[in-house]
């Protein structure tokens, strides 16, 4: 049997998804650092990190704006969409950052990381996004039992009062991430919408941070770890780009090769049937040429064909044009 790391293209998904998780994971630590050395309290922490990360998502997205293509036409859906991303990034980050401050960082991070997941399920479900499988049920109950264990132990050890409020801080946070991960999945391919939902985020919150008094540092460390928190935005930075390569050549060559010329067929077609996949993979053709959209018709194909699997129903046509507005993407996509 091959490795699942065997190909190149895994090897470096692999390193790209450590990569995000050791970002992700040293914020609470970086934004413990800057509270220790300076007043900077939560909302300080978390303006500054969507300020900054505002300020270098903008740069990077003017330096490649040209190879990326023209951005899509805003509807007031698309608009709805992405105000909800710019308020769930800030109450994310603003909620994350004061649960470190009252729980601690791994009881932030624990709680704030294995909680998401379970509310992004829940969130797709109720919206009829496609219901998880089994497999992906029972590991999201185990780790919300896990969850309660540790709070629980965590509390008795603590009094109580501190630990629950800074769980509960946690939680917020945790619902924060997936209404942007729910909300940003129907957003059009095109538009920054990391940027967008940074630059929201930090608007959102200036008025806050000013009513209360926002404060600066001039503390050499606490200004570049403010910096460091700045220049990895820990989530959704995918969201924008999707990654149109080749498909892995791990799996069954033949299975491949039936799915590219699919993609073909449905870019050609004039069925209503697969007018949503058509579309979807014109906007890709329009920006980055046939061959790259014909193999990102494919992949789409591969998941629609797994979800019917999964769920042992029939294609429905309308309902992938739904969820051609509103399926979620993973944050590491």
């Known amino acids: 049997m091959s490795s699942p790391l065997a190909s190149p293209a895994s090897r470096r998904g692999f390193l790209l998804v450590v990569l995000a998780a050791l970002c992700w994971g040293t914020s609470g630590v970086s934004g413990r650092i800057v509270a220790d050395r300076t007043d900077l309290g939560p909302l300080d922490i978390a303006w500054h990190r969507m300020a900054i990360g505002a300020v270098v998502l903008l740069i990077g997205t003017a330096l490649t704006r040209r190879r990326s293509g023209p951005i899509p036409a805003l509807t007031r859906g698309t608009a709805v969409r992405l105000v909800l991303v710019g308020a769930g990034l800030a109450a994310y980050q603003l909620a994350y950052f004061a649960a470190v401050a009252t729980a601690g960082v791994s009881i932030a991070t624990l709680v704030a990381l294995g909680l998401a997941p379970l509310l992004i399920a829940v969130g797709a479900t109720v919206l009829g996004h496609g219901r998880p499988d089994r497999a992906t049920v029972i590991a999201l109950v185990v780790a919300l039992i896990g969850l309660v264990l540790l709070v629980g132990i965590s509390a008795e050890a603590d009094t109580g009062t501190t630990v629950l409020l800074g769980a509960l801080l946690a939680v917020g946070s945790a619902l924060g991430y997936a209404v942007v991960t729910l909300a940003g999945a129907g957003v059009p391919a095109g538009i920054p919408v990391t940027l967008v939902g940074f630059a929201g ?133």
């Open 201 to 333: 985020g930090a608007l959102l919150l200036t008025p806050v941070a000013l009513i209360v008094g926002l404060r600066f540092t001039t503390d050499p460390v606490a200004l570049a770890v403010l910096l460091y928190l700045g220049l990895v935005p820990s989530e959704y930075s995918s969201a924008d780009r999707r990654h149109l390569g080749h498909i892995t050549k791990a799996g069954n060559a033949r299975a491949r090769w039936l799915l590219v010329e699919a993609g073909w067929r449905i870019l050609r077609s004039k069925q209503p049937e697969t007018a949503a996949l058509r579309a979807w993979g014109a906007a890709i053709a329009a920006r980055r040429g046939n061959r790259i959209a014909a193999v990102a018709v494919a992949r789409r194909l591969a998941g629609v064909l797994y979800a019917m699997w999964r769920d042992g129903v029939p294609y429905d046509a309308a309902k992938l044009a739904r969820g051609q507005r509103g399926v979620p993407r993973s944050p590491t996509a």
